[in-house]
């Protein structure tokens, strides 16, 4: 009798432990890899010049960004592609349009020889482009080697450091905005371009 009650303790005992190993072996295993930052993760279109935290959140901030997008009422010391400084003047107002981009940005370069064509057309308007200088993806030889190659005609600025791009909330290229007489802007649009919605708020602007 004591040799088989030892028996069902052995057994229940050996039991036990079994299912302690099938459930300890059965949990989910956590990897921390801590070689991946949400910094790093960023936009594979390549229009993107800010990283994300968040890619998911992309759709739902693409709204915001577009209506936060501004010229900024400011006065900054840009350099040029002939190596000179020039002061541009945002805080007068003005019929203007302005673009954003970047030599790396291979969509841009369509946009730019768009607005090449356009700016002949629309006499009363001012036009500029402003290149983002961030000493990595875009320098000021790739800028001026771009500028060269596009056969850009448009008065064009280096934004180095980024600050009118940042003063602006730039996030996305190409980025456009139009204004008219009193400094209002009719429209801005970043991440895309719309030549027919461009052209039509051109034709507002040149009045």
Request: charged share 25%; hydrophobic share 35%; with cysteine.
């Amino acid at each position: 009798m004591k040799k088989q009650t030892w028996k069902y303790i052995f057994s229940f005992i050996l039991l036990i432990a079994v299912t302690a190993s099938i459930f300890y072996f059965s949990k989910p295993v956590k990897h921390n890899d801590s070689n991946t930052r949400p910094s790093e993760q960023v936009e594979e279109k390549g229009n993107q010049i800010i990283p994300k935290e968040d890619p998911k959140a992309e759709e739902e901030e693409t709204s915001q960004q577009i209506e936060t997008f501004h010229i900024p009422k400011d006065i900054y010391e840009l350099a040029t592609p002939t190596g000179e400084k020039e002061s541009v003047n945002f805080k007068v107002p003005e019929r203007r349009v302005v673009l954003y981009w970047a030599s790396w940005c291979e969509p841009c370069h369509t946009v730019v020889q768009e607005l090449n064509k356009l700016e002949a057309d629309y006499p009363n308007v001012k036009f500029y482009t402003i290149v983002g200088i961030d000493g990595e993806q875009e320098t000021i030889e790739t800028a001026t080697k771009a500028v060269k190659d596009l056969k850009v005609t448009i008065p064009t600025y280096f934004d180095e450091n980024l600050i009118v791009h940042n003063d602006s909330q730039i996030r996305r290229y190409s980025a456009i905005a139009i204004q008219d007489q009193k400094g209002k802007t009719l429209y801005s649009y970043q991440g895309g371009f719309d030549l027919l919605a461009v052209k039509q708020h051109l034709e507002t602007a040149n009045k």
